[in-house]
């Protein structure tokens, strides 16, 4: 019985080594001298091993167990050999950019989504690394989407191309329903992506800021980026690639959400890379450079590729042939910084005639221009077929720039250095490439993309030092502009000819105007200075009616500074001399300004009799033939309704209100004039909201909003979305409101519209008290400025009253501050404006729900319920 009971023992130990040998055999490799393990019988061996060893015992299922491990493992490990990880699809040319690579790779496929900034010098290879980077993220997932846009120099983007990309329809831009508004199609087409993946790039985005706005894009773009980067419900992202971060107006958060992918110089052995690439077939003479001479050229020439391209330009242009050895000795001469212009220089005093004869022209328009124009501008000195050969030969090595429109350019950065050397052959080159393009304006532009050749003939013209010209070409878009709202484009231009016209006139003018863009920039110590050169340049040339137009001028800036006694003083001067002179368009404006001093003190009776006394004049005979009184006399009427509707809607009069927005919408009607009509629409929702018609406030506000951003009217905007936190505030939509409020505090300058401050805080004290304490102790200290240079400003105490009531809101400190600055706000309106008391109301008693014991605010409460002034705790 023994020896026949270990036979199936020995069996099955027999049965289980031979499984495990087999396990391990597959694991290790062994059987590879028979043939591969996973084909053929191997497989079946393995499996059958295990499945004996595992039925056989407690030894066979150890053995077993041990074997499945193995098997396990081995089977991983084999597939990981089979399915190796995917190695980046990285363009040879891109040399070292490994760590910028990965986190544009990382933005583009896993997000943040919004705006992606890519920065750099020209030529450092933004471009050539985002296209690797999209080839990589197409190749892993066929379902991305790309759309690219190329910004031209003193261009601008369309936001409905963007909104075209959204939907689908790329390169045709969007067409929106009648009624419709740009950002609410954006918004919805965001929301319509269905979270598809879609990626927007935009090459050369530096094209897009607004002259004489450091960094700034128009409105319409910079709403559309705040939208992409704040809406978190899509995977779409939009690439901006400029040689400088740009930046969101005021307060937004488009260019700061995220820092931004900043390519720097080379490092010395992938720039030493580089040239020897660009050496094809060695015909440079730079694949066998000694040591010092490669360390040389990488130290003058910043590791940049730009200034590479330009080496290799030199050489393969020039004729006859620049021998290495010298370019390398006119190199070392260069300081770094100035090693781009000095390049082209020197390319340019090499080139043969016909060549350097095109570069000089492109370098004069300094804006996209064709073969036919630069072949105009040449006068004769070659033919057009001649032109469009050497363009095609100077794009192809890419020292010209060629755009899909047939156009080219050369960088921005080259122009002044690619220019004639000869002073005289340089003015003569540049005032002909003026006429070219000023035979080439649009004659009636629509938008301002159709003043592109306005400000290129500008630009050319300040180039020429051709002054008193270029002042009749601002003049003339001036006139265009102020109509669309955009007067403050032209701030650079009038800038440069300040003080080079020649002519005491037209510096007294252009100091004018100058003073008031100033003023909207809210400089006003260069308003200042602007209106003072004015003024004394009307009082050399005997021109009295310019002289009183310059002091309404004045008037208005100091107002705009919020000292409203000089202001007074000002428009009472100017008063008495307008009506001496007869200039009522002037008279009329003064006498609007005197109410607006007037409202500000709580004076309504006074306002509205200035006011009224304004109108008047607008029906006189004999206004529409006064000097100008055409369409600045319209617009004043327009401004004076809607403040007049605003007026009485603070005063609790719905009915008059009502009347003036009638009166000025039938006046804008008139005209087509979609600027004031916009106007109309944000007081309309002003008084909705006093009413209580909460939504449709929301919707004429929406669509004021909207449509003020058409127009480029920040105003507009504020007043709107000002509006809109009130209405969902009263609705106790408070994150809504906020959101609101936020929005228009980006077009808010300090010291004004102090509601907007006041909502801000109000509306951030229950998810953040302490970022709400920030908020009240800002209000307080705007409010007090206001109040230290005019102690009659009702509205700076009311919100100085309701800062102090938000700093000691819970908090052992009296309210008597608080209590003393609403008592003098009543006591300057004499009741006259109830509906801003019952705002106020509103406001404190919000507030006084967020305490950590409420009620604390009731003597507040009771000084604007006007119900008597008890003691303050």
């Known amino acids: 019985?023994?020896?026949?009971?270990?036979?199936?023992?020995?069996?099955?130990?027999?049965?289980?080594?031979?499984?495990?040998?087999?396990?391990?055999?597959?694991?290790?490799?062994?059987?590879?001298?028979?043939?591969?393990?996973?084909?053929?019988?191997?497989?079946?061996?393995?499996?059958?091993?295990?499945?004996?060893?595992?039925?056989?015992?407690?030894?066979?299922?150890?053995?077993?167990?041990?074997?499945?491990?193995?098997?396990?493992?081995?089977?991983?490990?084999?597939?990981?050999?089979?399915?190796?990880a995917p190695q980046l699809r990285r363009d040879p040319s891109l040399?070292?950019?490994?760590?910028?690579?990965?986190?544009?790779?990382?933005?583009?496929?896993?997000?943040?989504?919004?705006?992606?900034?890519?920065?750099?010098?020209?030529?450092?290879?933004?471009?050539?690394?985002?296209?690797?980077?999209?080839d990589e993220v197409r190749a892993a997932d066929r379902t991305v989407r790309v759309y690219k846009h190329e910004a031209v120099p003193y261009?601008?983007?369309?936001?409905?191309?963007?909104?075209?990309?959204?939907?689908?329809?790329?390169?045709?831009?969007?067409?929106?329903?009648?009624?419709?508004?740009?950002?609410?199609?954006?918004?919805?087409?965001?929301?319509?992506?269905?979270?598809?993946?879609?990626?927007?790039?935009?090459?050369?985005?530096?094209?897009?800021?607004?002259?004489?706005?450091?960094?700034?894009?128009?409105?319409?773009?910079?709403?559309?980026?705040?939208?992409?980067?704040?809406?978190?419900?899509?995977?779409?992202?939009?690439?901006?690639?400029?040689?400088?971060?740009?930046?969101?107006?005021?307060?937004?958060?488009?260019?700061?959400?995220?820092?931004?992918?900043?390519?720097g110089r080379l490092p010395k052995p992938d720039f030493a890379t580089l040239l020897r690439a660009l050496d094809k077939r060695g015909r440079l003479g730079l694949t066998d450079l000694p040591p010092a001479d490669l360390t040389m050229l990488y130290r003058k020439l910043h590791g940049n590729?730009?200034?590479?391209?330009?080496?290799?330009?030199?050489?393969?242009?020039?004729?006859?042939?620049?021998?290495?050895?010298?370019?390398?000795?006119?190199?070392?001469?260069?300081?770094?910084?100035?090693?781009?212009r000095r390049l082209a220089d020197f390319l340019c005093q090499h080139l043969p005639a016909p060549r350097r004869r095109v570069i000089e022209a492109l370098a004069a328009f300094a804006t996209p221009i064709d073969a036919a124009g630069v072949t105009a501008a040449l006068a004769g000195k070659a033919t057009r077929d001649e032109v469009e050969g050497i363009l095609e030969v100077l794009a192809e090595?890419?020292?010209?720039?060629?755009?899909?429109?047939?156009?080219?350019?050369?960088?921005?950065?080259?122009?002044?250095?690619?220019?004639?050397?000869?002073?005289?052959?340089?003015?003569?080159?540049?005032?002909?490439?003026?006429?070219?393009?000023?035979?080439?304006?649009?004659?009636?532009?629509?938008?301002?993309?159709?003043?592109?050749?306005?400000?290129?003939?500008?630009?050319?013209?300040?180039?020429?030092?051709?002054?008193?010209?270029?002042?009749?070409?601002?003049?003339?878009?001036?006139?265009?502009?102020?109509?669309?709202?955009?007067?403050?484009?032209?701030?650079?231009?009038?800038?440069?000819?300040?003080?080079?016209?020649?002519?005491?006139?037209?510096?007294?003018?252009?100091?004018?105007?100058?003073?008031?863009?100033?003023?909207?920039?809210?400089?006003?110590?260069g308003a200042s200075q602007a209106y003072g050169r004015a003024l004394d340049r009307a009082k050399e040339i005997g021109t009295p009616e310019i002289r009183t137009k310059i002091r309404a001028n004045l008037g208005a800036m100091y107002w705009q500074d919020g000292n409203a006694e000089y202001a007074y003083n000002y428009y009472e001067e100017a008063r008495s001399e307008a009506q001496a002179q007869g200039a009522l368009v002037v008279l009329m404006s003064v006498l609007a300004g005197l109410a607006d001093c007037h409202r500000r003190w709580g004076q309504y009776d006074q306002a509205l009799g200035r006011a009224e006394g304004a109108l008047a004049i607008a029906t006189r005979p004999d206004f529409a033939d006064a000097s100008g009184a055409g369409g600045d006399g319209y617009a004043l009427t327009i401004r004076i309704l809607l403040r007049l509707a605003r007026w009485h809607t603070e005063m609790k009069d719905p009915d008059r209100a009502e009347e003036y927005i009638e009166d000025a919408e039938q006046a804008a009607a008139s005209r087509a004039d979609d600027w004031r009509l916009i106007a109309c629409r944000d007081a309309r929702a002003d008084l909705l909201l006093a009413q209580g018609r909460l939504s449709k406030a929301i919707e004429m506000a929406n669509d004021a909003v909207?449509?003020?951003?058409?127009?480029?009217?920040?105003?507009?905007?504020?007043?709107?979305?000002?509006?809109?936190?009130?209405?969902?505030?009263?609705?106790?939509?408070?994150?809504?409101?906020?959101?609101?409020?936020?929005?228009?505090?980006?077009?808010?300058?300090?010291?004004?519209?102090?509601?907007?401050?006041?909502?801000?805080?109000?509306?951030?004290?229950?998810?953040?008290p302490v970022a709400a304490g920030r908020l009240f102790d800002d209000l307080a200290g705007q409010a007090r400025k206001r109040i230290a240079r005019d102690g009659r400003d009702f509205g700076a105490r009311h919100m100085l009253g309701f800062a102090i009531c938000g700093q000691r809101l819970?908090?052992?400190?009296?309210?008597?501050?608080?209590?003393?600055?609403?008592?003098?706000?009543?006591?300057?309106?004499?009741?006259?404006?109830?509906?801003?008391?019952?705002?106020?109301?509103?406001?404190?008693?919000?507030?006084?729900?967020?305490?950590?014991?409420?009620?604390?605010l009731r003597p507040v409460l009771d000084v604007l319920a006007d119900i008597g002034s008890r003691p303050a705790g």
């Open 305 to 340: 590729p730009r200034c590479a391209q330009l080496v290799q330009a030199i050489i393969t242009h020039s004729e006859p042939s620049v021998r290495v050895a010298t370019l390398l000795a006119s190199v070392a001469q260069m300081e770094p910084a100035d090693a781009p």
């Open 95 to 134: 040399l070292d950019r490994d760590s910028e690579y990965e986190r544009l790779r990382d933005r583009l496929t896993e997000g943040p989504w919004g705006v992606v900034a890519v920065t750099g010098p020209p030529g450092i290879g933004k471009t050539r690394l985002v296209d690797a980077v999209l």
């Open 810 to 856: 819970n908090t052992s400190e009296s309210l008597r501050p608080a209590h003393d600055e609403f008592t003098v706000a009543n006591d300057a309106t004499k009741a006259a404006a109830p509906y801003l008391r019952e705002r106020m109301q509103m406001l404190v008693s919000r507030l006084d729900g967020y305490a950590q014991r409420p009620g604390g």
């Open 397 to 525: 090595s890419e020292f010209v720039t060629a755009t899909q429109g047939g156009l080219y350019h050369l960088e921005v950065t080259d122009v002044d250095a690619l220019l004639p050397r000869d002073a005289g052959k340089r003015r003569v080159l540049l005032r002909r490439a003026a006429d070219v393009l000023g035979r080439r304006r649009v004659a009636e532009p629509r938008d301002i993309d159709d003043l592109h050749i306005h400000f290129a003939q500008m630009r050319v013209l300040l180039r020429s030092g051709w002054y008193p010209v270029a002042y009749d070409v601002i003049e003339l878009t001036a006139d265009i502009l102020n109509d669309w709202n955009c007067g403050f484009l032209l701030f650079d231009q009038r800038l440069e000819v300040c003080g080079k016209l020649g002519d005491p006139a037209l510096e007294m003018a252009n100091d004018n105007e100058l003073g008031d863009l100033y003023g909207r920039r809210g400089d006003f110590d």
């Open 155 to 263: 261009g601008r983007l369309d936001v409905r191309y963007l909104i075209a990309d959204l939907e689908g329809r790329h390169g045709r831009p969007a067409v929106l329903r009648p009624g419709e508004s740009l950002l609410g199609r954006l918004e919805a087409a965001l929301e319509g992506t269905d979270l598809r993946h879609i990626v927007i790039v935009v090459d050369s985005a530096q094209h897009l800021v607004v002259p004489g706005e450091l960094r700034h894009v128009d409105l319409q773009l910079d709403e559309a980026l705040e939208a992409f980067a704040t809406n978190h419900r899509h995977r779409v992202a939009v690439v901006l690639l400029s040689r400088d971060p740009l930046e969101a107006r005021t307060r937004g958060s488009w260019s700061t959400l995220d820092p931004p992918v900043a390519l």
């Open 1 to 84: 019985m023994a020896r026949t009971s270990r036979r199936p023992l020995y069996a099955v130990f027999t049965v289980a080594v031979l499984a495990l040998v087999v396990a391990l055999g597959t694991r290790f490799g062994w059987w590879r001298a028979f043939g591969d393990p996973e084909k053929g019988a191997w497989p079946w061996i393995e499996a059958t091993g295990w499945i004996v060893g595992a039925v056989s015992g407690t030894l066979g299922a150890v053995f077993g167990g041990a074997s499945l491990v193995i098997t396990l493992r081995s089977v991983r490990k084999e597939a990981d050999r089979a399915a190796p």
């Open 706 to 768: 909207e449509q003020a951003v058409r127009v480029h009217d920040p105003v507009t905007i504020l007043q709107a979305r000002t509006t809109l936190a009130m209405a969902y505030l009263t609705r106790d939509e408070v994150g809504t409101a906020r959101q609101h409020i936020e929005k228009a505090d980006r077009y808010r300058r300090d010291g004004q519209a102090l509601i907007v401050l006041a909502l801000r805080a109000l509306t951030t004290q229950e998810s953040d």
